[in-house]
């Protein structure tokens, strides 16, 4: 009996099978967005964040989440409720800026986002984006390209006064399959091609073209281009971005035969030389990667060039003619072939009599 009494007296203490303090009930307010983003192009401000996946009570949100985007300019405020967006999710909206704000002197424009519960309640607003009002610099209108064996050279249609900066957008759509040669690592193939690239070309008044020396051949990528105008406001430099260029899609093609060979020079060799009687040929090696090999051509004077080589490309920038005939002179060309199978004109002649055996 003593035992159970001690025992009793010890959990009352201790307040055993009893009722804690009461909690506060839950406000259900979800976390205030942390990284919101703002990116104007022309008239429109695209804005993108994260959406919070609790609430400030640290319990999960169960349900989707009702969002209120606010801009303020010049003291003035105005927010726009977008609608619902689930936890945990990516949000963005587009803001078409009224004419009051696409207008005039560039200035700062700022956005949050606020995130309301169900009765209407928020937590507080985001961070701050800040983006600039005013006109922004004109539209890029007639993008072209052409490629070429150094890159894809980008033209556009110059505009009066509109000296600056132009950025280049670059999107991967459609990657060549790679090559790897008998035997090569993984760990030693090139690595993958990001798929969207920027570049900043900084323009005169009557500029409009820049070279993408790394577009790669075989790929499809789609370009657009927009003027960028640099801005301190604040005490920040901020950018004001003028509208997208429409896209344009580019295969770069590999249609470009190797450099031409160079340095030419036939020699004619006895009988007891290692390859026979003939004529010897050599020629400057071609550092282009894609080649294939070379093609040997020759002709009698006065006579058509005919391919005396095989019907694969010689490996090497080297061929001996063991069919020169005694007493003949001849002239000879040779040029280079791709993986590509485009061939490049053909080099300088060189010319070489055989002599009487």
């Not at 009765?119 to 005013?134: D, E, H, I, Y």
């Not at 470009?256 to 009988?271: C, E």
């Not at 003619?321 to 072939?337: P, R």
């Amino acid at each position: 009996m003593g035992a159970m009494w001690a025992g009793g007296l010890a959990c009352a203490l201790a307040g055993c099978g009893m009722p804690g303090a009461p909690q506060p009930p839950s406000l259900n307010l979800p976390m205030p967005v942390e990284n919101l983003t703002a990116v104007r192009a022309g008239d429109q401000v695209t804005l993108a964040w994260t959406m919070p996946t609790r609430t400030t009570d640290k319990l999960l949100l169960k349900d989707a989440v009702s969002v209120r985007v606010c801009r303020e300019a010049e003291g003035a405020k105005q927010c726009l409720d977008t609608g619902l967006v689930a936890p945990g999710a990516s949000g963005h909206t587009v803001d078409a800026l009224p004419a009051a704000l696409a207008t005039g002197t560039p200035r700062p424009l700022a956005y949050v986002v606020e995130l309301q519960n169900s009765k209407g309640r928020s937590a507080g607003p985001s961070n701050a984006a800040t983006v600039l009002a005013g006109a922004a610099p004109a539209g890029v209108d007639g993008l072209t390209a052409e490629v070429r064996k150094d890159g894809v050279v980008l033209r556009w249609t110059p505009v009066a006064g509109a000296a600056g900066l132009v950025r280049l957008q670059r999107k991967l759509v459609a990657q060549a399959a790679t090559k790897k040669s008998k035997g090569q690592q993984d760990a030693l193939a090139a690595p993958p091609e990001p798929a969207l690239e920027n570049l900043l070309v900084e323009t005169g008044p009557q500029d409009g073209r820049a070279l993408d020396k790394t577009a790669q051949f075989g790929e499809t990528y789609v370009y657009q281009a927009q003027r960028v105008a640099r801005v301190e406001a604040g005490g920040k430099q901020l950018e004001l971005d003028g509208a997208w260029s429409s896209p344009l899609t580019v295969l770069v093609r590999d249609v470009f035969p190797p450099a031409v060979p160079a340095g030419l020079a036939a020699v004619a060799v006895a009988g007891e030389a290692s390859g026979g009687a003939g004529i010897d040929l050599n020629w400057q090696p071609d550092g282009d990667e894609d080649l294939a090999g070379y093609v040997v051509y020759r002709r009698e004077t006065g006579g058509a060039w005919q391919r005396i080589s095989g019907a694969k490309p010689v490996a090497v920038p080297a061929y001996h003619d063991g069919t020169a005939q005694a007493g003949h002179t001849y002239a000879y060309a040779v040029t280079a072939v791709g993986q590509n199978g485009q061939e490049s004109a053909r080099s300088a002649a060189a010319q070489e009599t055989m002599p009487q055996q």
